[in-house]
C-alpha cells in the first residue's frame, strides 16, 4: 500500500487489471463482471469503479495491458517518442526494429491468444468491449501511425500511390489473422512472421 | 426428398448447415451440438454424421457456407476454373473484380459477422473448429493463390521480391481485421474497403 497516493494505487490497478486478464481468458467476456474481478483483486467494486467508468473500459484495458512490447503501446512506462506523430520514417523503422523480439514472445504466448480471441469473439455477443478498446487504445495509434506513413510516402520511403490506410489495415491485420489460426507457435516463428509482413508493407529496412 | 439419392440430398444439406450456422451465431461453439442442430433441421444425428464425420467438422462448413461470393470459394456451384492455380494473373485480378460486389454484400451482414467472431472467439474455448475450418477450407485456397501470386512476381505484375505469403496473410487478414471492428458497415463501405485493400495489394488492376 502507498501512502502518497502517487501513482495512485498501482498495485490495485495491476490487481485489477490481471484479474480481468484471467477471467476474461477462463470464462470469456460473459463471465468476468466487476464483482468477479473485484474479488480475485482483493479490492472493493468501488475501488474498481473510481479507476474505470464502465466494465467496458476496464475489460478493454485489460486486453490492452497484455500486449506488452508491441510497438506504440500506450504503457505508461513508454518513451513517449513512441508515439510522436512527428517521427521520421528511419525512426518509426528502427523503433518497430527494436519493439519485435518482445512483440514476438508477447504475440506467441498461448494467454495473450486466448484473451485475443475471447475479446474479439465477444464483437457481436458484448459489442461494447471491442468498441472500447477500439475508441480507447486503436484509435489513438492510429492516429499517431497515419500522418507518420503519409510523410514517408511523400518523402518516398514508400511507393507513390500508396494508399496508407489500407497499408496500416493490411499489417495490422496480418498480425491478428496469424493469432487467430489454430495451433501453436513459437516466438521464434512470430518473430520471423512479423519480420515478413513488416518488411513486405515497406515499414522495416533491408 | 429426392428418391435417386445424387445429390445425395442437397436439401438436407442446406437444412443442416443452416441450422449451423444459426446455433453457431445465437449460442456459440459451445451451445452448437450435433444433436441441437439435428432437431432444428428436423433430420435424425445419423443423418448429420453421413454428412460429416465431427461437430467440428460440421461446425467449419457451416462457417465456410455462409461465406457466399468471397473470391475462391469452394461451391459446388462455383466455376471450378476459380480454383486453377494455373490461372493467369489477368484471369485472377479479373476473378476478383467479378468477386467483389457479392462479396461485400455477404461481408456487411451482420449474420456474417457475428459468426466469423463466433468461430474466431472460439479459437482456445473449441480449438478443434478453428482447426477443421483450417485444413479443410483455407489450406486449400492457399495452395491455389500461392502459386498464382508467385508467378506474377515472376512475370513483372507484382514488384520483385514480394513475399507472397505475407502479402496474402496481409490481404486477408485486412478483411478479417475490418470484419472484428465494431460497428455496422454498409455494402458500399465494405466494397471500398476491399477495393483499396485488393488494389493496395496489386491484386486489382486500376
Known sequence: MTRTGRPRSTAADA???????ELL???GVGGASIEEIARRAEVSK?????RWSSREALLAA???SSAEGLPGRTHREADPAELDPDMTYDQMTALIESALPQAARTLATPGYRALLAQAFGSRFTHPGVMAAYWDNHILPRRRVALPVLRRAVTEGHLPPG???EALLDMTVGALLY???QPGDITPEEMLDHLRRVYRQAGLLRS
Chains 1, 2 share one sequence.
Not at 490487481?15 to 486478464?21: P, S
Not at 468501488?46 to 473510481?50: E, K, S
Open 15 to 21: 490487481a485489477i487489471l490481471r484479474a480481468a486478464r
Open 25 to 27: 481468458v477462463e470464462r
Open 46 to 50: 468501488v475501488t474498481v469503479y473510481r
Open 62 to 64: 485489460a486486453v490492452e
Open 162 to 164: 500508396t494508399d496508407v
Open 178 to 180: 496469424r493469432l487467430l
